[in-house]
């Protein structure tokens, strides 16, 4: 049986990848998401991880009943809930059209991070 793992990437290699498919989330969903400039977007990326590191896991611990009774969906909310709370934090440079869009957001940059760290441990594997 073939064990799968997730490369782990540093902070700055993180703040890259968010930034990058947050301009290109930018660009596909005009309606959804805006992001004034690039340095914003490298804003956003840096302020996503550290709310990503700071309050998401006091988040995923008071939604735990939440979380439980929709069998882990709801982190997806938790995740809309923080990509929110960056664009209030960072201000009109950088905002969603609603939350609903915000939750949608998440969980396509949840699935970008997924394919690309995916996508990474299996090439250190070949080698």
Known sequence: MKTVTFKN?????RIIINTITLLAMAGLFRNGLYISSI???????????????????????LALPFTILTFGLFGLVINGVV???????IGDGFKFASFGWAVFIAI????VNLIISNYFSKSNQQT
């Open 9 to 13: 990437f540093s902070f700055w290699q």
């Open 83 to 89: 990509l929110w709370l960056t664009a209030w934090v």
């Open 39 to 61: 340095w914003t977007a490298i804003l956003a990326a840096f302020i996503l991880g550290i709310l990503n590191a700071l309050v998401k896991p006091v988040l995923h611990l």
């Open 108 to 111: 396509i940059m949840s699935l």
